[in-house]
């Protein structure tokens, strides 16, 4: 894995497995530094060689969002992480400067069509995350309504485990979990409608949360990226032969796929051919290019 760059100004604490956290190099002063690497990852790996030009892109649409979020787009102001200065020369494309939060334990996934593992457990009970939905659906269909399915964030080097909004309730008290729930599903809702007028799909994304010291909710993180969220295009869901056509996602599912044919999840994870590599950017790039246009 790529060592983490050396910032002036900033000292590097943390790696996650795709992005870089720094702090002030003079002390703590309420701000961090979150860079988003080019690494990539997939089946709890982080792979070689990484995609040059990743972070940039979703940085750049992860800041697109946060400014629409903001009441760019008309809609109300959805308090946010960014203290609004400039990230330093050298990682100022592909880095934010953030307020320091404390960070909630809840993943927000909210889901509006029905795929992934909520597929998986429809199949086998008619439920997704524990939730029950009508018969008779298909892979790849839009629910009803949107539904909320919050995780447990786990410590570092566990996964995350789906759990119900009771038990979210009793990690965060019932009013900051029911204030995550109602925000997860209005921020959903208004990029949906973003993402449909540009002939898109948002049928997935989780979101995260901390508060401020005074303990205001604010939206952190990234936002409505291709490595939060699952889009489609529109026109090929509404026309495509195969779930394969209906539901290709703007997103590292190349990887995926690729990976998952051509290694037994044993050991070491191949090398990703060029090819590979080249498509899945240009997945990043069209979605960053069809949502900011």
Same mark, same amino acid.
């Given at each position: 894995?790529?060592?983490?760059?050396?910032?002036?100004? #900033?000292?590097?604490?943390y790696s996650g497995k795709v992005r870089d956290l720094y702090a002030p190099e003079g002390g703590a002063d309420g701000r961090m530094l979150v860079v988003a690497s080019d690494r990539v990852s997939a089946f709890d790996h982080v792979l070689e060689p990484g995609i040059a030009g990743k972070g940039a892109l979703l940085t750049t649409l992860?800041?697109?969002?946060?400014?629409?979020?903001?009441?760019? %787009?008309?809609?109300?102001?959805?308090?946010?992480?960014?203290?609004?200065?400039?990230?330093?020369?050298?990682?100022?494309? @592909?880095?934010?400067?953030?307020?320091?939060?404390?960070?909630?334990?809840?993943?927000?996934? &909210?889901?509006?069509?029905?795929?992934?593992?909520?597929?998986?457990?429809?199949?086998? *009970?008619?439920?997704?995350?524990?939730?029950?939905?009508?018969?008779?659906?298909?892979?790849?269909? @839009?629910?009803?309504?949107?539904?909320?399915?919050?995780?447990?964030?786990?410590?570092?080097?566990?996964? %995350?485990?789906?759990?119900?909004?009771?038990? *979210?309730?009793?990690? &965060?008290?019932?009013? $900051?979990?029911?204030?995550?729930?109602?925000?997860?599903?209005?921020?959903?809702?208004?990029?949906?409608?973003?993402?449909?007028? $540009?002939?898109? +799909?948002?049928?997935? !994304?989780?979101?995260?949360?901390?508060?401020?010291?005074?303990? &205001?909710? @604010?939206?952190?993180?990234?936002?409505? !990226?291709?490595?939060?969220? @699952?889009?489609?295009?529109?026109?090929?869901?509404?026309?495509?032969?195969?779930?394969?056509?209906?539901?290709?996602?703007?997103?590292?599912? +190349?990887?995926?796929?690729?990976?998952?044919?051509? #290694?037994?999840? !044993?050991? !070491?994870?191949?090398?990703?051919?060029?090819?590979? &590599?080249?498509?899945?950017?240009?997945?990043? $790039?069209?979605?960053?290019?069809?949502?900011? $246009?």
């Amino acid at each position: 894995m790529s060592s983490a760059p050396e910032i002036t100004g #900033w000292k590097h604490v943390y790696s996650g497995k795709v992005r870089d956290l720094y702090a002030p190099e003079g002390g703590a002063d309420g701000r961090m530094l979150v860079v988003a690497s080019d690494r990539v990852s997939a089946f709890d790996h982080v792979l070689e060689p990484g995609i040059a030009g990743k972070g940039a892109l979703l940085t750049t649409l992860s800041a697109w969002w946060f400014d629409q979020l903001a009441g760019a %787009d008309g809609g109300p102001a959805v308090p946010n992480h960014l203290t609004g200065e400039s990230a330093p020369a050298g990682v100022a494309d @592909r880095a934010m400067v953030v307020q320091s939060l404390d960070m909630l334990p809840i993943e927000c996934v &909210v889901r509006g069509y029905l795929t992934g593992s909520g597929w998986a457990e429809y199949q086998a *009970s008619g439920t997704v995350c524990g939730l029950p939905l009508p018969e008779g659906l298909h892979n790849g269909d @839009r629910l009803p309504e949107p539904i909320y399915t919050p995780a447990y964030k786990a410590p570092l080097g566990e996964h %995350d485990e789906n759990i119900s909004f009771e038990k *979210s309730a009793e990690l &965060v008290g019932e009013a $900051r979990a029911a204030e995550l729930r109602d925000a997860s599903l209005a921020i959903y809702a208004r990029a949906a409608r973003a993402a449909e007028a $540009r002939g898109l +799909i948002l049928a997935d !994304t989780k979101f995260e949360f901390g508060t401020d010291a005074d303990g &205001v909710l @604010r939206l952190a993180d990234e936002v409505l !990226t291709s490595d939060s969220s @699952r889009y489609w295009d529109l026109a090929a869901w509404e026309n495509g032969a195969t779930p394969a056509e209906r539901m290709a996602s703007f997103d590292k599912q +190349i990887v995926r796929d690729w990976l998952a044919a051509n #290694w037994d999840k !044993t050991g !070491t994870p191949p090398e990703l051919p060029a090819h590979i &590599v080249d498509q899945t950017r240009e997945r990043y $790039r069209e979605l960053l290019e069809r949502m900011t $246009r």
